[in-house]
């Protein structure tokens, strides 16, 4: 049985997180996601209303949108 941990990897904004999560994601083969990778796929409506959260800096949950 192989489990997938799953990490969050938090900071200040150009802290690292991305290359940090990026770097363990490769060191345990766990996929990496991200807020950008995850709107990607998201239908086009939600990812906009999600971008006008972080283009202001402001935290977006899911029941947000």
Same mark, same amino acid.
């Given at each position: &049985?192989?489990?997938?941990?799953?990490?969050?990897?938090? #900071?200040?904004?150009? @802290?690292?997180?991305?290359?940090? @999560?990026?770097k363990i994601s490769s060191n345990v *083969? +766990?996929?990496? &996601?991200s807020p950008e990778t995850i709107l +990607?796929? +998201?239908? /086009?409506?939600l990812s906009m209303e999600a971008t *006008?959260?972080? @283009? /202001? #800096?402001?935290?977006?949950? &899911?029941?947000? &949108?």
């Amino acid at each position: &049985l192989f489990v997938v941990p799953q990490i969050c990897v938090v #900071g200040p904004p150009v @802290s690292g997180k991305w290359c940090v @999560s990026s770097k363990i994601s490769s060191n345990v *083969r +766990a996929p990496h &996601l991200s807020p950008e990778t995850i709107l +990607a796929d +998201a239908p /086009k409506e939600l990812s906009m209303e999600a971008t *006008r959260y972080t @283009s /202001k #800096g402001e935290v977006c949950s &899911l029941s947000d &949108l």
